[in-house]
């Protein structure tokens, strides 16, 4: 497990909604997360973010850089997000805030119609959008409870796991493991909520990150996408199209707000299309990706 350098003076943060909170992003080096880690840091937030890849640019600014700390590491291992969580606090003096992102899709292991996936490809997809988070969540209780502190846990859906597609998104995997997700997160809300720790979860429609280049480059796919999202002209959601409700969700303002469910989709959740035109099974890409 890598990290980049300690900085060394400290400047003066930025004030913005999330000025003062220390916050540990799981998955956070590429799309979503690093849409989302950026815009938390221009509203104030020191932050560690854990990813599998460098960050496609480390902001040069000192004020920034004494703000956060990459660690290049596999959320699927265990101690992972325990690790985290300790050198945030180690860090910053403090951890206030865990956000989930880590997940993908599992179509190279063989997501697809139920009646096709083998066990493996299951499993490890599976292990990737839901045991990630389980280990993540856990760590992030485990510690609130041990510093007997509030907290806030945001973890990061998908609409398929409540608004499916089958004929170009049919990847049953990856639908059960963010439904699975849902009922976690809210699981969890229920629990904790006496111990003023708080669990919510976005559920973005299909956005353009570069784990969605199939369905980016496929023109009925993106027929398809004018008439399921079709706010703003009817298009594929934008990381930074989530990035507000991080903010809210992370930030105190949503403190007296646990257990919810909020799609940040486009109005896929709510909009009625058909495809176009058929395509062969198992040739989409799976909306929410990181």
């Not at 292991?109 to 389980?134: C, M, S, Y």
């Not at 409540?162 to 997160?185: R, V």
């Not at 409700?245 to 105190?252: G, K, N, Q, R, T």
């Not at 940040?264 to 198992?282: I, M, N």
Request: proline letters at 7%.
């Amino acid at each position: 497990m890598a990290t980049s350098p300690d900085a060394i003076e400290t400047r003066p943060v930025p004030q913005g909604a999330l000025s003062g909170r220390c916050l540990v992003i799981i998955g956070g080096t590429q799309g979503l997360g690093w849409s989302a880690a950026q815009a938390c840091l221009r509203e104030g937030a020191q932050l560690v973010v854990v990813g599998l890849e460098p960050t496609p640019e480390i902001p040069k600014t000192e004020t920034v850089q004494n703000r956060l700390e990459v660690i290049l590491a596999d959320a699927r291992e265990p101690g992972v997000a325990e690790r985290a969580i300790e050198r945030c606090a180690q860090r910053y003096g403090q951890f206030h805030a865990l956000y989930h992102v880590a997940g993908g899709s599992g179509r190279a292991w063989g997501d697809g119609p139920l009646h096709t996936i083998p066990l493996e490809g299951w499993q490890r997809t599976l292990e990737l959008n839901l045991t990630t988070a389980f280990l993540s969540n856990g760590a992030a209780i485990r510690w609130f409870l041990r510093e007997n502190q509030p907290g806030c846990i945001l973890n990061c859906g998908s609409v398929l796991a409540s608004s499916p597609s089958p004929n170009l998104f049919g990847t049953a995997a990856y639908a059960t493991a963010k439904s699975a997700l849902m009922g976690l997160t809210q699981a969890a809300a229920a629990a904790y909520a006496p111990h003023d720790i708080r669990v919510n979860l976005l559920a973005p429609g299909l956005t353009a990150t570069s784990m969605s280049l199939r369905a980016q480059s496929n023109p009925v796919i993106q027929e398809f996408i004018t008439r399921k999202q079709p706010l703003d002209g009817g298009r594929m959601g934008r990381p930074d199209d989530l990035d507000a409700a991080v903010i809210w969700l992370l930030s105190e303002g949503s403190r007296y707000v646990t257990g919810q469910v909020i799609a940040v989709d486009g109005g896929w959740s709510v909009s009625d299309a058909s495809p176009s035109q058929a395509l062969p099974p198992g040739t989409g890409s799976a909306p929410r990706v990181s």
